[in-house]
């Protein structure tokens, strides 16, 4: 057991960190709840995504915990299984900085994205799923990118067969982030070409010249984009 703790962590770090943040995390919802049930009060304390906070107490810092928070054990375990799975092998790829660049801006992006266009102002944002969906991106772009035809090319079409499922489930079901899952996505996939620079990535994906500088510039765009339509929307903040 430790043996394999030890190689898990060698091997993926900041996945494993990040994984065990998330549980921790959890843990410390329950312990103030008192119970199993966690109340709204609970999830606001500890960070949620709130468009009150934010935009009138400037509580910018809740675009990125609320990420780390979640409902239930069911909406935690299912973000950590699969974040988990895909950060482990994107950070033995692109490497351990990346990984975690690629998934908090991910993050960022897709709860900047449920502020902007919410329709309800009393719904707290919470969950890594927008950080989830932008690794799922990321390994997309990294099976097109492949020199060769093979594993990454794998990964990528089963990573569409899931994107294809979750939009029917997220279409019929309430209370989902549409817009954290849709626009973490799009950050996740804009800022990939920028991580390629592991000696793995260099010598496994094709790498086009201007592609990374423009990633970047379109990712500052996207995060430019949000923060407008947002100080026009709540009338300048």
Same mark, same amino acid.
């Given at each position: 057991?430790?043996?394999?703790?030890?190689?898990?962590?060698?091997?993926?770090?900041?996945?494993?960190?990040?994984?065990?943040?998330?549980?921790?995390?959890?843990?410390?919802?329950? #312990?103030?709840?008192?119970?199993?049930?966690?109340?709204?009060?609970?999830?606001?304390?500890?960070?949620?995504?709130d468009a009150? &906070?934010?935009?009138l107490?400037?509580?910018?810092?809740?675009?990125?915990?609320?990420?780390?928070?979640?409902?239930?054990?069911?909406?935690?375990?299912? %973000?950590? $299984?699969?974040?988990?799975?895909?950060?482990?092998?994107?950070?033995?790829? $692109?490497?351990?900085?990346?990984?975690?660049?690629?998934?908090?801006?991910?993050?960022v992006?897709? %709860?900047?994205?449920?502020?902007a266009?919410?329709?309800?102002?009393?719904?707290?944002?919470?969950?890594?799923?927008?950080?989830?969906?932008?690794?799922?991106?990321?390994?997309?772009?990294?099976?097109?990118?492949?020199?060769?035809?093979?594993?990454?090319q794998?990964?990528?079409?089963?990573m569409?067969?899931?994107?294809?499922?979750?939009?029917?489930? &997220?279409?019929?079901?309430? %209370?989902?982030?549409?817009?954290?899952?849709?626009?973490g996505?799009?950050?996740?996939?804009?800022?990939?070409?920028?991580?390629?620079?592991?000696?793995?990535?260099k010598?496994?994906?094709?790498?086009?010249?201007?592609?990374?500088?423009?990633?970047? #510039?379109?990712?500052?765009?996207? #995060?430019?984009?949000?923060? $407008?339509?947002?100080?026009v929307?709540?009338?300048?903040?």
């Open positions: 057991m430790m043996k394999t703790v030890k190689q898990n962590w060698q091997l993926a770090p900041v996945t494993l960190t990040l994984t065990i943040g998330m549980v921790l995390v959890f843990v410390m919802q329950l #312990v103030l709840s008192g119970g199993l049930a966690i109340s709204q009060a609970i999830l606001l304390k500890m960070g949620a995504q009150p &906070d934010i935009i107490h400037h509580e910018w810092w809740r675009l990125l915990t609320a990420g780390f928070l979640h409902a239930n054990g069911m909406h935690l375990l299912l %973000n950590v $299984l699969v974040f988990y799975y895909l950060g482990r092998i994107l950070e033995s790829a $692109l490497g351990h900085w990346q990984l975690a660049a690629l998934f908090l801006f991910s993050i992006t897709g %709860n900047l994205a449920e502020l266009f919410l329709s309800r102002l009393g719904t707290i944002g919470i969950g890594a799923s927008g950080g989830v969906f932008g690794l799922i991106a990321a390994i997309i772009y990294l099976g097109w990118m492949e020199k060769r035809p093979g594993f990454w794998g990964q990528a079409k089963t569409l067969l899931f994107v294809a499922l979750n939009v029917l489930f &997220d279409i019929f079901t309430p %209370n989902i982030g549409h817009w954290a899952h849709a626009v996505f799009i950050g996740g996939g804009l800022l990939a070409p920028a991580l390629l620079q592991s000696t793995y990535a010598q496994t994906f094709r790498r086009p010249r201007g592609r990374s500088s423009l990633g970047l #510039v379109l990712c500052g765009l996207l #995060v430019f984009a949000l923060g $407008l339509w947002i100080y929307r709540f009338g300048g903040y």
